[in-house]
């Protein structure tokens, strides 16, 4: 049996589209998902010491691969791998090379504290 659409209203998004930003550090939204927010990352330095006391923060690293350095060991995400970094746990990203595009998968309306 068919089943019909109930609601048509869909939105294509184009990853190349959202990840030519210019700037040194790119993050916005590009789609949500329940309660929680798709973003793209893209980036040429180093994102600063942070973590987030109330979601988990999955990555998927696209283009470029990315390190996540962690208090204890660093990770190195290469494109089509994904890792969870657990809520309250110290991190810091930084791109594989001269530049690293990757989506991230969190609660909408995650805080984020910067750390030293």
Same mark, same amino acid.
């Given at each position: 049996m068919e089943q019909q659409m109930q609601n048509s209203s869909f939105q294509v /998004? =184009?990853? =190349?589209?959202? =990840?030519?930003a210019a700037e040194s550090y790119?993050?916005?939204p590009i789609a949500n998902v329940n309660d929680h927010e798709v973003r793209i990352s893209t980036m040429t330095e180093a994102y600063h010491w942070h973590r987030h006391p109330d979601s988990d923060e999955m990555f998927l690293a696209l283009e470029g691969g990315?390190? /996540?350095?962690?208090?204890?060991? $660093?990770?190195?995400l290469l494109p089509g791998h994904? /890792? $969870?970094v657990n809520r309250g746990v110290r991190h810091r990203t930084r791109p594989i090379g001269e530049r690293s595009v990757n989506l991230t998968f969190e609660r909408a309306g995650t805080r984020s504290e910067t750390l030293t």
């Open positions: /998004i =184009s990853l =190349s589209v959202e =990840s030519a790119n993050n916005h990315l390190f /996540i350095d962690f208090d204890d060991q $660093t990770v190195a994904m /890792i $969870t």
